[in-house]
Structures are given as structure tokens and as C-alpha cells.
């Protein structure tokens, strides 16, 4: 898995800026785990989508302000999260499962079968 | 609780302030900002809104357990602190870590509260990885209309 620079954004929704959320990405046996940090995301706001061999996280932070707040100082200045990957082709995508809780997506995706390891015997011959 | 006023939710400014904070990491231009004030990616983020009734605080700390979090008021400091457990194993033979960007470990965020605010009267919420904290502000310091009779 290796991450997409967005030199050229396929549709407009791509060119509004976005933050980077952080991530972990571990590799075992049998798939891939992907932590984001997705805070004040609810979870009808979280994208994940798998297009092709692309993989895109993309989330709108919703906190509710009282009416007639005033920002005073602002360390997250844009509602909107998103990052881009490329996956690679012995991942099974369509096996692929996604929890988030309190504004931390997981996302699992496994290797196809045929990319599992496998102990191969060898005869003597 | 001010580190800049001329602070408005948009790219041209987002950027301005960037290049402010690197100016200052290379002991260039120095323009006064919060003694408390820490580099960027700190965590948590925090946002803070102001209505002439309360002091508003979002501090983006996202997968903590709400029991394990610690919010104080002394002498006018709001300080938020915790713990963040890891999500990585250790690497090992079988095990590759790819990235390992998300913050872990102790934390600790200081605000600096306006005057007015009560201590007496605060409430915290944690909702969807944001803590929210909202201190009243003192009844007294709130604008009021004055009859002329």
C-alpha cells in the first residue's frame, strides 16, 4: 500500500483542501490494518471508499457551536479530512472490514487467498 | 486565551500562520503569540469559541477513554491531560509497521481562561473523539441592557 499524491484530482470535490489525518498501517500474515484519526467525524459524515485499486478517507468534522459563538483561536481550521491511497493487487478488497468509534476509523483489509503464505512440501525424490 | 485575534478558518490565513510559527522556530521575525501556544501537530488540537455567555473549548482527541481523562481549572489554567494507548504492536517477524503517525503516550494542553470565566460552573462532553468543555462565564460580566427611566 503506498499513498497517492493528489497531483491530479479526478473530480472537483477533490480540490477543496482538506487536513491530513495521522495514520497507522501494519502488515501481517494475513492483511493489512489501517488506524485514522478521524475526530469530530460522526458516522453518516466518513467516506471509505475502494475505487479500482484506490483507496480514499475522507470525513467532515460536524461540531455543533452554539449560535453566536465567536472563534477565538483555531488549531483545526478546515472541516474536512481526506487521504488517498494506491492499494496493491493481492489485497481482497471486497473482504475488507471497517469499524470507527469515537473518531477512530479501523479499517482491515485482508490478502486474497492466493497471497496467503503457504507452506510448500517438498518431496524427496 | 488570545494568541491572535486576526485568526480566521481559511487557507490564506492557516498558511500566514505557518509560515509565522517556522519564521519563529528560526529565530526570525518575532510576532508576540501565547506564551502557552505550542508547535504545530500537538495533541490534542484544540479550537476555542466565545459567546458572552460561556467560553467554548474543542479539543480534537480522538480513541481515549473518557474515564481516563483529566480536566482541571486552577488559577484562572484550564488543563486537559490523559493517556493515549497504543493501537501498534510491536514490529516483529511476522509484523511490519508501515506508519505510525497517530499520537500515543501522555498529554497535556494548557488554555489560559478569560477573567470572567467561573470555575464553578463548567461541563465536559466527549462525543465522536471531541472533548468538548464549556465554562460559564460570571453572571456579572455578562452584557445587560440598563433601563433609562
Do not use: C, W
Not at chain 1, 497507522?24 to 475502494?50: H, K, N, S, Y
Not at chain 2, 480536566?71 to 493501537?87: H, K, N, P
Not at chain 2, 466527549?126 to 455578562?142: L, P, W
Amino acid at each position: 500500500m503506498s499513498e497517492k499524491r493528489e497531483v491530479a484530482p479526478r473530480t472537483e470535490e477533490r480540490h477543496s483542501p482538506a487536513l491530513v489525518p495521522p495514520i497507522d498501517v501494519l502488515e501481517d500474515e494475513t492483511g493489512i490494518t489501517l488506524f485514522a484519526d478521524l475526530p469530530g467525524v460522526p458516522m453518516d459524515r466518513l467516506t471509505v471508499r475502494v475505487d479500482g485499486d484506490g483507496l480514499l478517507i475522507e470525513g467532515e468534522i460536524a461540531v455543533e457551536t452554539p449560535e453566536g459563538t465567536t472563534l477565538a483561536y483555531t488549531e483545526v481550521q478546515t472541516p474536512r479530512l481526506r487521504r488517498v491511497f494506491t492499494l496493491s493487487r493481492e489485497l481482497d478488497t471486497t473482504k475488507s472490514d471497517a469499524a470507527f468509534k469515537d473518531g477512530v476509523l479501523k479499517l482491515r483489509i485482508p490478502k486474497a487467498e492466493h497471497a496467503q503464505p503457504r507452506r510448500i512440501a517438498v518431496n524427496v525424490g | 486565551m488570545y494568541e491572535s485575534l486576526l485568526r480566521f478558518p481559511t487557507d490564506l490565513f492557516a498558511e500566514l500562520d505557518r509560515m509565522q510559527r517556522e519564521m519563529q522556530g528560526f529565530g526570525g521575525l518575532s510576532l508576540p503569540s501565547s506564551i502557552r501556544a505550542v508547535g504545530r501537530g500537538a495533541f490534542p488540537a484544540i479550537n476555542i469559541g466565545s459567546t458572552p455567555t460561556a467560553i467554548r473549548i474543542d479539543a480534537f482527541a480522538p480513541g481515549i477513554d473518557p474515564a481516563k481523562l483529566s480536566i482541571s481549572i486552577d488559577r484562572g489554567l484550564l488543563t486537559i491531560a490523559g493517556e493515549r494507548a497504543s493501537d501498534v504492536p510491536e514490529e516483529s517477524e511476522k509484523l511490519s509497521v508501515y506508519a505510525h503517525e497517530r499520537a500515543v503516550g501522555p498529554f497535556k494542553r494548557v488554555v489560559s481562561l478569560p477573567e470572567d470565566a467561573d470555575p464553578a460552573r463548567v461541563a465536559a462532553t466527549y462525543r465522536d473523539g471531541v472533548v468538548t468543555i464549556a465554562v460559564q462565564r460570571r453572571e456579572s460580566a455578562q452584557p445587560r441592557r440598563i433601563e433609562v427611566k
